[in-house]
């Protein structure tokens, strides 16, 4: 599907000038950028806000956990 989406936008631009194929590979060019730059900053953002969400809790949680597990539960 990508690909017909691909050749038409091509098709498209075939008629154009070369100093307009330039153009629209810039701006293409430049959203991408800013894309990227966005997708970036709110993974970064997420991080930032995660960090240090489990530091209210006790030291020894994993040993509460490990000793509530077992490998099977017998029958009262």
Request: glycine letters at 2%; hydrophobic letters at 40%.
């Amino acid at each position: 599907m990508e690909s017909v989406l691909v050749n038409r936008f091509l098709r498209l631009m075939a008629p154009l000038s070369m100093e307009s194929k330039f153009e629209v590979i810039s701006k293409l060019t430049e959203k991408l950028k800013m894309t990227r730059d966005a997708e970036t900053t709110s993974k970064e953002r997420l991080l930032d806000e995660l960090c240090g969400s489990w530091s209210g809790l006790d030291d020894d949680l994993a040993s509460i956990i490990l000793a509530s597990r077992t490998l099977f539960r017998q029958r009262k």
